[in-house]
């Protein structure tokens, strides 16, 4: 079992930056696969930014792309989000997410955080 708690959510202005933070618990970050991913009022879940299996990849959406970083800290066993040039269609639920698998399935949730940004 994986626990995984968000935060660093907030209400932002356009062009601002925010960075989202994401404790997991019960594996070390090496034996799994860690994300981000968002969902926006009456939208499906989307993926935002993930590890490679190993760790040394990061994958971005093409929205995000330059803009936001996926970064993690395995002594303290979390990971980041730093969301620079926020814009307000990046308004949405933050989740921060887990898969064991080698083909990424993600099994475990944090609660999400919520990220506001206005024009």
């Known amino acids: 079992q994986v626990q995984l708690v968000e935060s660093g959510g907030g209400l932002v202005q356009a062009g601002g930056s925010l960075r989202l933070s994401c404790v997991a618990s019960?594996?070390?970050?090496?034996?799994?696969?860690m994300g981000w991913l968002r969902q926006a009022p009456g939208k499906e879940r989307e993926f935002v930014a993930r590890?490679?299996?190993?760790?040394?990849?990061?994958y971005y959406a093409d929205s995000v792309k330059g803009r936001f970083t996926i970064s993690r800290d395995n002594a303290k066993n979390t990971v980041y989000l730093q969301m620079n040039t926020l814009k307000p269609e990046d308004t949405a639920i933050y989740y921060c997410?887990?898969?064991?698998?080698?083909?990424?399935?993600?099994?475990?949730w944090g609660q999400g955080t919520q990220v506001t940004v206005s024009s």
């Open positions: 019960g594996r070390t970050l090496s034996s799994i696969t």
């Open positions: 590890f490679g299996r190993s760790g040394g990849t990061t």
């Open positions: 997410a887990a898969s064991e698998s080698a083909i990424v399935r993600w099994a475990y």
